[in-house]
Protein backbone atom coordinates (compact mmCIF):
# COMPACT_ATOMS: atom_id res chain seq x y z
CA UNK A 1 0.00 0.00 0.00
CA UNK A 2 1.05 2.94 -0.77
CA UNK A 3 1.01 6.22 1.47
CA UNK A 4 1.49 9.25 -1.01
CA UNK A 5 -0.40 12.22 0.03
CA UNK A 6 -1.50 13.33 -3.82
CA UNK A 7 -4.74 14.55 -2.38
CA UNK A 8 -2.99 17.68 -0.35
CA UNK A 9 -4.33 20.53 -1.64
CA UNK A 10 -2.62 23.79 -2.20
CA UNK A 11 -3.61 27.15 -1.38
CA UNK A 12 -6.41 28.82 -3.33
CA UNK A 13 -3.63 31.05 -4.82
CA UNK A 14 0.03 31.33 -4.28
CA UNK A 15 1.50 33.46 -1.03
CA UNK A 16 4.19 35.37 -1.70
CA UNK A 17 3.95 37.45 1.20
CA UNK A 18 0.90 36.94 3.28
CA UNK A 19 0.00 41.06 3.81
CA UNK A 20 -2.46 43.08 6.14
CA UNK A 21 -5.05 43.56 3.46
CA UNK A 22 -5.52 39.51 3.17
CA UNK A 23 -5.46 38.97 6.67
CA UNK A 24 -8.20 42.13 6.89
CA UNK A 25 -10.08 40.55 4.46
CA UNK A 26 -10.09 36.97 6.03
CA UNK A 27 -11.19 38.77 9.32
CA UNK A 28 -14.25 40.28 7.35
CA UNK A 29 -15.33 36.85 5.81
CA UNK A 30 -14.96 35.27 9.27
CA UNK A 31 -17.32 38.08 10.68
CA UNK A 32 -19.64 37.25 8.11
CA UNK A 33 -20.06 33.67 8.77
CA UNK A 34 -19.53 32.84 11.96
CA UNK A 35 -23.14 32.10 12.29
CA UNK A 36 -22.68 29.44 9.93
CA UNK A 37 -19.39 27.82 11.42
CA UNK A 38 -22.04 27.32 14.59
CA UNK A 39 -24.86 26.11 12.81
CA UNK A 40 -22.73 23.51 10.73
CA UNK A 41 -20.31 22.61 13.55
CA UNK A 42 -17.22 23.07 11.69
CA UNK A 43 -15.27 25.69 9.36
CA UNK A 44 -15.94 25.22 5.69
CA UNK A 45 -12.94 24.09 3.36
CA UNK A 46 -13.42 27.24 1.36
CA UNK A 47 -12.55 29.14 4.71
CA UNK A 48 -9.74 26.83 5.10
CA UNK A 49 -8.64 27.82 1.81
CA UNK A 50 -8.82 31.42 2.82
CA UNK A 51 -6.78 30.55 5.99
CA UNK A 52 -4.10 29.39 3.39
CA UNK A 53 -4.03 32.14 1.96
CA UNK A 54 -3.89 34.60 4.37
CA UNK A 55 -0.37 32.57 5.46
CA UNK A 56 -1.97 30.53 8.83
CA UNK A 57 -0.12 27.11 7.52
CA UNK A 58 3.39 27.91 5.56
CA UNK A 59 3.55 30.06 9.06
CA UNK A 60 4.76 27.21 10.52
CA UNK A 61 5.88 24.93 7.73
CA UNK A 62 9.82 24.87 7.49
CA UNK A 63 11.43 27.18 4.93
CA UNK A 64 13.59 24.26 2.92
CA UNK A 65 10.19 23.25 2.15
CA UNK A 66 8.66 26.42 1.12
CA UNK A 67 6.72 27.58 4.24
CA UNK A 68 7.67 31.28 5.88
CA UNK A 69 7.78 30.17 9.66
CA UNK A 70 6.80 33.45 11.81
CA UNK A 71 8.35 34.05 15.30
CA UNK A 72 5.62 32.22 17.83
CA UNK A 73 4.45 36.08 19.15
CA UNK A 74 3.76 37.14 15.37
CA UNK A 75 1.81 33.87 14.94
CA UNK A 76 0.24 34.03 18.38
CA UNK A 77 -1.11 37.55 17.60
CA UNK A 78 -3.09 36.42 14.36
CA UNK A 79 -4.70 33.62 15.76
CA UNK A 80 -5.82 36.18 18.97
CA UNK A 81 -6.97 38.62 16.38
CA UNK A 82 -9.01 35.79 14.46
CA UNK A 83 -11.02 34.81 17.72
CA UNK A 84 -11.37 38.55 18.75
CA UNK A 85 -14.14 37.76 15.82
CA UNK A 86 -14.71 34.48 16.11
CA UNK A 87 -13.52 31.74 18.87
CA UNK A 88 -13.66 29.10 16.32
CA UNK A 89 -12.27 30.39 13.75
CA UNK A 90 -9.24 30.97 15.76
CA UNK A 91 -9.38 27.51 17.69
CA UNK A 92 -9.22 25.69 14.05
CA UNK A 93 -6.47 27.93 12.92
CA UNK A 94 -4.47 27.90 15.54
CA UNK A 95 -3.76 24.35 14.65
CA UNK A 96 -1.80 25.86 11.54
CA UNK A 97 1.01 25.65 14.50
CA UNK A 98 0.91 21.94 14.60
CA UNK A 99 3.28 21.60 11.36
CA UNK A 100 5.95 22.34 14.02
CA UNK A 101 5.38 18.85 15.51
CA UNK A 102 5.55 17.31 11.97
CA UNK A 103 8.90 18.37 12.14
CA UNK A 104 10.46 15.19 13.54
CA UNK A 105 8.85 13.56 10.91
CA UNK A 106 12.15 12.55 8.41
CA UNK A 107 12.91 14.89 6.00
CA UNK A 108 12.11 12.50 2.92
CA UNK A 109 8.74 12.19 4.63
CA UNK A 110 8.10 15.59 4.86
CA UNK A 111 8.96 16.28 1.23
CA UNK A 112 6.60 14.23 0.53
CA UNK A 113 4.10 16.29 2.49
CA UNK A 114 4.82 19.70 1.45
CA UNK A 115 5.25 18.58 -2.45
CA UNK A 116 2.32 20.48 -3.39
CA UNK A 117 3.11 23.64 -0.93
CA UNK A 118 3.66 24.20 2.14
CA UNK A 119 -0.23 25.47 3.12
CA UNK A 120 -0.66 21.78 4.55
CA UNK A 121 -4.05 21.73 7.06
CA UNK A 122 -3.38 19.06 9.60
CA UNK A 123 -5.52 17.91 12.33
CA UNK A 124 -5.33 14.55 14.54
CA UNK A 125 -7.20 13.34 17.67
CA UNK A 126 -4.43 11.82 19.68
CA UNK A 127 -6.63 10.23 22.46
CA UNK A 128 -7.30 7.73 23.92
CA UNK A 129 -3.88 6.27 22.55
CA UNK A 130 -4.35 3.15 20.89
CA UNK A 131 -1.72 -0.15 20.51
CA UNK A 132 -0.85 -0.16 17.22
CA UNK A 133 0.26 -3.77 15.46
CA UNK A 134 3.84 -4.20 14.05
CA UNK A 135 3.54 -5.57 10.26
CA UNK A 136 5.23 -5.71 7.51
CA UNK A 137 6.05 -1.87 6.22
CA UNK A 138 5.32 -0.32 9.27
CA UNK A 139 2.22 -0.89 11.76
CA UNK A 140 -1.55 -1.17 11.48
CA UNK A 141 -3.65 0.69 13.51
CA UNK A 142 -7.07 0.30 14.14
CA UNK A 143 -9.57 2.64 16.64
CA UNK A 144 -10.91 5.89 17.55
CA UNK A 145 -9.86 9.32 19.11
CA UNK A 146 -11.64 11.67 19.96
CA UNK A 147 -11.22 15.81 20.02
CA UNK A 148 -9.68 16.20 15.98
CA UNK A 149 -10.43 19.99 16.28
CA UNK A 150 -10.49 21.27 12.54
CA UNK A 151 -10.96 17.51 11.09
CA UNK A 152 -13.00 18.28 8.33
CA UNK A 153 -11.03 21.15 6.87
CA UNK A 154 -7.85 18.79 7.10
CA UNK A 155 -5.28 17.83 4.16
CA UNK A 156 -3.92 15.16 6.69
CA UNK A 157 -4.79 13.71 9.48
CA UNK A 158 -3.01 12.04 12.77
CA UNK A 159 -3.78 9.45 15.50
CA UNK A 160 -1.98 8.72 18.94
CA UNK A 161 -0.51 4.76 18.57
CA UNK A 162 1.76 3.48 20.69
CA UNK A 163 3.97 0.49 19.89
CA UNK A 164 6.39 -2.14 21.21
CA UNK A 165 9.44 -0.45 20.80
CA UNK A 166 7.41 2.54 22.94
CA UNK A 167 8.48 2.67 26.68
CA UNK A 168 5.84 5.43 28.06
CA UNK A 169 6.99 9.14 27.22
CA UNK A 170 5.29 11.14 24.81
CA UNK A 171 2.96 9.77 22.45
CA UNK A 172 3.21 8.59 18.97
CA UNK A 173 1.37 9.82 16.14
CA UNK A 174 0.93 8.15 12.75
CA UNK A 175 -0.06 10.55 9.64
CA UNK A 176 -2.89 9.46 7.31
CA UNK A 177 -4.78 10.07 4.03
CA UNK A 178 -8.15 11.53 4.10
CA UNK A 179 -9.29 8.65 2.77
CA UNK A 180 -7.93 6.52 5.20
CA UNK A 181 -9.88 7.61 7.82
CA UNK A 182 -13.52 7.87 8.70
CA UNK A 183 -14.82 11.17 10.24
CA UNK A 184 -17.47 10.44 12.88
CA UNK A 185 -19.48 13.98 13.25
CA UNK A 186 -20.72 13.80 16.81
CA UNK A 187 -19.37 16.99 17.87
CA UNK A 188 -22.40 18.67 20.24
CA UNK A 189 -21.63 21.39 22.54
CA UNK A 190 -22.16 24.64 23.76
CA UNK A 191 -19.01 26.22 23.23
CA UNK A 192 -16.42 26.07 20.55
CA UNK A 193 -19.59 24.89 18.76
CA UNK A 194 -18.02 25.14 14.79
CA UNK A 195 -14.34 24.43 15.85
CA UNK A 196 -15.48 20.60 13.95
CA UNK A 197 -13.61 18.59 17.07
CA UNK A 198 -15.23 15.19 15.96
CA UNK A 199 -13.73 12.04 16.62
CA UNK A 200 -11.53 10.12 14.35
CA UNK A 201 -11.96 6.16 13.31
CA UNK A 202 -9.50 3.66 11.56
CA UNK A 203 -10.05 0.17 10.62
CA UNK A 204 -6.87 -1.73 9.84
CA UNK A 205 -4.36 0.84 8.00
CA UNK A 206 -0.92 0.17 8.13
CA UNK A 207 1.04 3.33 8.26
CA UNK A 208 5.17 2.86 7.19
CA UNK A 209 7.19 3.99 10.16
CA UNK A 210 8.49 7.07 8.14
CA UNK A 211 4.96 8.22 8.59
CA UNK A 212 4.95 8.52 12.41
CA UNK A 213 6.68 11.07 14.98
CA UNK A 214 6.99 11.54 18.44
CA UNK A 215 4.97 14.71 19.20
CA UNK A 216 7.60 17.30 20.33
CA UNK A 217 10.25 15.05 19.39
CA UNK A 218 13.47 15.82 17.72
CA UNK A 219 12.60 17.93 14.51
CA UNK A 220 14.84 16.76 11.73
CA UNK A 221 14.99 20.61 10.68
CA UNK A 222 17.56 22.85 11.49
CA UNK A 223 15.54 26.34 12.04
CA UNK A 224 14.70 28.43 14.92
CA UNK A 225 11.16 27.30 14.83
CA UNK A 226 11.45 24.10 15.54
CA UNK A 227 14.15 25.10 18.53
CA UNK A 228 11.06 26.77 20.49
CA UNK A 229 9.35 24.14 22.78
CA UNK A 230 7.04 22.51 21.06
CA UNK A 231 4.45 21.12 23.78
CA UNK A 232 4.31 24.64 25.57
CA UNK A 233 4.06 26.50 21.92
CA UNK A 234 0.56 23.97 21.25
CA UNK A 235 -0.82 24.98 24.55
CA UNK A 236 -0.01 29.14 23.95
CA UNK A 237 -2.13 29.02 20.48
CA UNK A 238 -5.08 27.55 22.38
CA UNK A 239 -4.68 29.99 25.49
CA UNK A 240 -4.26 32.73 23.41
CA UNK A 241 -7.87 32.22 21.40
CA UNK A 242 -9.05 33.38 24.90
CA UNK A 243 -7.24 36.53 25.00
CA UNK A 244 -9.09 37.37 21.62
CA UNK A 245 -12.66 36.31 22.99
CA UNK A 246 -11.74 38.35 26.04
CA UNK A 247 -10.96 41.46 24.41
CA UNK A 248 -14.10 41.28 22.33
CA UNK A 249 -16.61 40.85 25.24
CA UNK A 250 -14.66 43.77 27.12
CA UNK A 251 -14.99 45.57 24.19
CA UNK A 252 -18.26 45.20 23.82
CA UNK A 253 -19.51 46.34 27.22
CA UNK A 254 -17.02 49.43 27.23
CA UNK A 255 -19.07 50.36 24.07
CA UNK A 256 -22.13 49.49 25.47
CA UNK A 257 -21.60 51.60 28.41
CA UNK A 258 -23.53 55.02 27.00
CA UNK A 259 -26.41 52.98 26.38
CA UNK A 260 -29.49 53.76 28.08
CA UNK A 261 -31.14 51.40 30.61
CA UNK A 262 -34.49 49.45 30.01
CA UNK A 263 -35.52 51.20 32.90
CA UNK A 264 -34.85 54.32 32.74
CA UNK A 265 -32.26 54.67 35.26
CA UNK A 266 -29.29 55.79 34.75
CA UNK A 267 -26.51 54.86 31.68
CA UNK A 268 -24.20 52.15 32.62
CA UNK A 269 -21.28 54.31 32.01
CA UNK A 270 -22.95 56.76 34.75
CA UNK A 271 -22.15 54.28 37.56
CA UNK A 272 -19.46 53.48 39.98
CA UNK A 273 -19.87 49.57 40.03
CA UNK A 274 -19.91 49.49 36.17
CA UNK A 275 -16.64 51.69 36.14
CA UNK A 276 -15.46 49.80 38.81
CA UNK A 277 -15.81 46.19 37.17
CA UNK A 278 -14.91 47.51 33.81
CA UNK A 279 -11.38 48.77 35.11
CA UNK A 280 -10.73 45.41 37.17
CA UNK A 281 -11.07 43.57 33.94
CA UNK A 282 -9.28 45.80 31.42
CA UNK A 283 -6.51 45.61 34.35
CA UNK A 284 -6.91 41.79 34.62
CA UNK A 285 -7.13 41.09 30.94
CA UNK A 286 -3.93 43.98 29.78
CA UNK A 287 -1.77 41.96 32.37
CA UNK A 288 -1.85 38.64 31.64
CA UNK A 289 -1.49 39.33 27.91
CA UNK A 290 1.82 41.17 29.05
CA UNK A 291 2.77 38.36 30.96
CA UNK A 292 2.13 35.86 28.09
CA UNK A 293 3.83 38.17 25.20
CA UNK A 294 6.76 38.97 27.53
CA UNK A 295 7.33 35.32 28.44
CA UNK A 296 7.32 34.38 24.16
CA UNK A 297 9.83 37.07 23.58
CA UNK A 298 12.13 35.90 25.81
CA UNK A 299 11.83 32.21 25.00
CA UNK A 300 12.64 33.41 21.41
CA UNK A 301 15.52 35.57 21.98
CA UNK A 302 16.98 32.43 23.73
CA UNK A 303 16.47 30.36 20.65
CA UNK A 304 17.13 33.01 18.30
CA UNK A 305 21.00 33.11 20.43
CA UNK A 306 21.51 29.85 19.24
CA UNK A 307 20.53 28.44 22.69
CA UNK A 308 18.62 25.79 24.11
CA UNK A 309 15.61 27.22 26.41
CA UNK A 310 15.74 25.88 30.00
CA UNK A 311 12.56 23.84 31.44
CA UNK A 312 12.42 26.80 33.61
CA UNK A 313 11.22 28.86 30.28
CA UNK A 314 9.45 26.13 29.04
CA UNK A 315 7.43 25.76 32.30
CA UNK A 316 6.93 29.80 32.44
CA UNK A 317 5.54 29.50 28.63
CA UNK A 318 2.65 26.56 30.09
CA UNK A 319 2.14 28.86 33.01
CA UNK A 320 1.82 31.64 31.19
CA UNK A 321 -0.85 30.05 28.74
CA UNK A 322 -2.82 27.99 31.82
CA UNK A 323 -3.46 32.24 33.30
CA UNK A 324 -4.25 33.52 30.27
CA UNK A 325 -7.47 30.92 29.90
CA UNK A 326 -8.37 31.11 33.13
CA UNK A 327 -8.45 35.07 33.46
CA UNK A 328 -9.50 35.35 29.77
CA UNK A 329 -12.44 33.01 31.15
CA UNK A 330 -13.19 35.46 34.55
CA UNK A 331 -12.50 38.57 32.37
CA UNK A 332 -15.43 37.17 29.91
CA UNK A 333 -17.63 36.26 32.64
CA UNK A 334 -17.25 40.21 34.37
CA UNK A 335 -18.01 41.38 30.63
CA UNK A 336 -21.38 39.18 30.54
CA UNK A 337 -22.42 40.39 34.10
CA UNK A 338 -21.82 43.72 33.56
CA UNK A 339 -23.60 43.24 29.93
CA UNK A 340 -27.10 42.67 32.06
CA UNK A 341 -30.16 41.23 31.08
CA UNK A 342 -29.69 41.68 27.21
CA UNK A 343 -26.67 39.02 27.35
CA UNK A 344 -29.40 36.54 28.15
CA UNK A 345 -31.22 36.74 24.53
CA UNK A 346 -30.70 33.57 21.96
CA UNK A 347 -28.14 34.69 19.85
CA UNK A 348 -26.38 37.23 21.93
CA UNK A 349 -22.71 38.10 20.80
CA UNK A 350 -22.22 38.12 24.85
CA UNK A 351 -23.58 35.06 25.10
CA UNK A 352 -21.93 33.40 22.70
CA UNK A 353 -18.12 34.56 24.01
CA UNK A 354 -19.07 32.93 27.59
CA UNK A 355 -19.74 29.76 26.01
CA UNK A 356 -16.66 29.84 23.72
CA UNK A 357 -14.16 31.61 26.58
CA UNK A 358 -15.26 28.92 28.76
CA UNK A 359 -14.33 26.11 26.95
CA UNK A 360 -10.64 26.80 26.22
CA UNK A 361 -9.50 26.40 30.50
CA UNK A 362 -11.28 23.00 29.86
CA UNK A 363 -8.64 21.49 27.42
CA UNK A 364 -5.92 19.38 29.12
CA UNK A 365 -2.68 22.12 28.16
CA UNK A 366 -4.60 24.67 30.31
CA UNK A 367 -6.12 22.97 33.19
CA UNK A 368 -5.64 24.47 36.70
CA UNK A 369 -3.17 21.13 37.02
CA UNK A 370 -1.05 23.59 34.93
CA UNK A 371 0.05 25.72 38.29
CA UNK A 372 1.05 22.73 40.09
CA UNK A 373 3.30 21.64 37.13
CA UNK A 374 4.75 25.22 37.05
CA UNK A 375 4.96 25.12 41.05
CA UNK A 376 7.09 21.91 40.92
CA UNK A 377 9.67 23.60 38.47
CA UNK A 378 9.79 26.58 40.29
CA UNK A 379 11.04 24.99 43.68
CA UNK A 380 13.43 22.44 42.32
CA UNK A 381 10.90 19.13 42.28
CA UNK A 382 10.19 17.14 39.71
CA UNK A 383 6.39 18.02 38.07
CA UNK A 384 4.04 15.77 36.67
CA UNK A 385 4.73 13.22 33.46
CA UNK A 386 4.12 15.21 30.46
CA UNK A 387 4.22 18.74 32.03
CA UNK A 388 7.29 19.80 29.99
Not at 110 to 123: C, H, I, K, S, T
Not at 249 to 270: C, F, K, N, W
Not at 277 to 288: K, M, N, P, T, Y
Not at 359 to 387: C, I, R, S, T
Amino acid sequence: MTHTLDNVRPSAAPVEKPNEEIFDNLLELVAQRRDEFDEKRHVPRDVISEFKRAGIYRASAPRRFGGEPLPPARFLRLIERISAVDASAGWVASFGSSLVYLAALPLDTQAELYANGPDVAFAGGLFPVQQAESVAGGHKISGCWKFASGCLGADVLGVGIKTGEDRGGPPRTAVLRRDQVRIVENWNVIGMRGTGSHDLAVDGVVVPEEWTFVRGGTPTVDEPLYRYPAVPYAAQVLAVVGLGVARAALDQVIAEGGRASYTGGPMAADRASYRISAGQAEAQLRSVRAFFYDTTEEVWQTVERGDIPTPQQASLLRLASAHVAKTSFEVVRSAYQLAGIRAIADGSTMQRYLRDASVVPQHAFLQEGMYDGAGAVLMGAQPFPGYL
